[in-house]
């Protein structure tokens, strides 16, 4: 399985926008990237996911760069309901469906 | 509304003995998983269902057992074999479709008395 590379932590200020970097050199054609996020003693929770075009909802955007071995997770207005950790996983659709967490990244958010 | 519920929240497991930990749906969702959380780290995969009467190994499935028998309901059990068992357990469930969203529980948090 293609693995991510995510910074441990990133601080913002309250509405202001965030940028979550993921990094995926050895991301193959098949490979989906999901970002999912987890609040404290709470389960994952779903956020986005994209194959090779921007992808937004109303959660965030997903920025998927051109060669696809990096994508940007994009909060537009962080709120203090924001501060989770942010998972970018890659799932690879002809694989088995689980999913393959790293440790993620940290986002404080300030008031 | 629809979703997953998980029980006990809070769990503890005396030495020797074997704990069930229960997991329901309602999303009518045809796959379930069990994931497993220690501090500061990613979920790693226990075993998962695809449909009722079939599941598999996840990459740490020794020491726990599973069983789905019926679709909305996935019950794990650690057993005494399992010997590192405290941690946080989360269950999910999806459509079971490749890129379908994991919809997760609230989890299982399980410590040794």
């Known amino acids: 399985d293609a693995k991510t590379t995510q910074p441990n932590s990133m601080e913002s200020n309250e509405e202001e926008p965030v940028h979550l970097p993921c990094n995926h050199s050895?991301?193959?054609?098949?490979?989906?990237i999901h970002w999912y996020r987890q609040l404290p003693s709470q389960g994952p929770e779903y956020v986005i996911h994209g194959l090779t075009s921007n992808v937004n909802n109303r959660m965030a955007s997903l920025a998927i760069a051109e060669d696809r071995k990096s994508s940007t997770l994009i909060l537009h207005r962080a709120t203090l309901r924001d501060a989770a950790v942010y998972y970018c996983?890659?799932?690879?659709?002809?694989?088995?469906?689980?999913?393959?967490f790293g440790t993620g990244t940290r986002l404080q958010v300030f008031p | 509304d629809g979703g997953i519920t998980q029980s006990p929240k809070y769990l503890f497991r005396k030495e020797g003995q074997n704990v069930t930990l229960s997991c329901e749906q309602n999303?009518?969702?045809?796959?379930m998983y069990w994931y497993r959380q220690d501090p500061g780290q990613g979920l790693r995969l226990i075993y998962y269902s695809q449909i009722v009467n079939d599941f598999q190994k996840g990459d740490i499935a020794e020491g726990y057992s599973v069983s789905r028998e019926k679709k909305e309901s996935f019950p794990l059990t650690v057993t005494s074999a399992q010997k590192n068992p405290t941690a946080f357990y989360l269950c999910a469930s999806s459509i079971g479709r490749l890129n379908q969203p994991q919809h997760f529980g609230d989890g299982t948090r399980l410590s040794i008395l």
């Open positions: 996983i890659l799932r690879d659709v002809r694989g088995t469906d689980k999913l393959i």
């Open positions: 050895t991301i193959s054609g098949t490979d989906y």
């Open positions: 999303l009518n969702h045809d796959a």
